[in-house]
């Protein structure tokens, strides 16, 4: 069980548009969906952290105009990043959680974006 | 703030040999520990936890204790083997800041047969 995915695992797109990523908690219901990212052999680093119904909220800075959240129900979170260039390609993981507070956060697999 | 400090990577290590990944934190409160893995492609997957003080998280072999007087949660196993091969996050989730998994670099693991 707990099982979270992303889609797509890897997208490739041109500087100037925007790209959308899915996650998904399949078969619980995810109150709380948080978003990362990764650099190469670097760290997760936590970008905003959404809930159900509510905007996101968004670390320290991270652009909320250029990193979309939207979690419109209890099983999907998008992350859609307008106008990418070079630098916002990267590794961008999500998780998800059954509820607010100290519930266990289930990890997606991953999409890693290029922007060429 | 609240962080994590591991050892850096790579590990290299042979089959059956000891390992151990030191891990040291800084937080305010009193937060709950993790490791994480993620296999070569995949996810993060829980490892193991602890949630207060001189707790012992085990799984798969791999141990690591709740450390508060040395703000430590070192990972260890005592024979490892070529699938352990891997990156091995440390983390800490505390109360404060609405519950934010706060992540080490990473380690990576490997393991030759």
Request: proline share 6%.
């Given at each position: 069980g707990a099982v979270v995915s992303q889609h797509p695992s890897w997208v490739i797109c041109k500087s100037g548009t925007s790209v959308k990523i899915e996650c998904r908690s399949l078969d619980f219901q995810a109150t709380t969906m948080f978003w990362y990212r990764q650099f190469p052999k670097q760290s997760l680093m936590l970008m905003a952290t959404s809930n159900e119904g509510s905007k996101a909220t968004y670390e320290q800075g991270v652009e909320k105009d250029k990193f979309l959240i939207n979690?419109?129900?209890?099983?999907l979170s998008t992350l859609t990043v307008t106008?990418?260039?070079?630098?916002?390609s990267s590794f961008y993981i999500c998780s998800a959680s059954p509820?607010?507070?100290p519930y266990e956060q289930y990890f997606g697999p991953g999409t890693r974006l290029t922007v060429t | 703030g609240n962080s994590v400090t591991q050892m850096e990577g790579p590990v290299t290590l042979s089959e059956e040999a000891f390992l151990t990944i030191n891990c040291t934190y800084t937080a305010t409160g009193y937060p709950s520990l993790f490791w994480y893995v993620q296999y070569p492609g995949e996810g993060l997957q829980l490892l193991l936890k602890a949630t207060k003080a001189d707790d012992k998280g085990s799984n798969k072999g791999f141990e690591a204790t709740y450390r508060k007087e040395t703000t430590s949660f070192h990972l260890e196993k005592g024979s490892v083997q070529v699938s352990d091969s891997a990156v091995y996050f440390c983390a800490l989730r505390t109360n404060?800041?609405?519950?934010k998994t706060i992540f080490g670099a990473g380690t990576r693991l490997f393991v030759k047969a």
């Open positions: 979690h419109a129900s209890l099983t106008s990418a260039h070079p630098e916002d509820g607010q507070g | 404060t800041g609405g519950f």
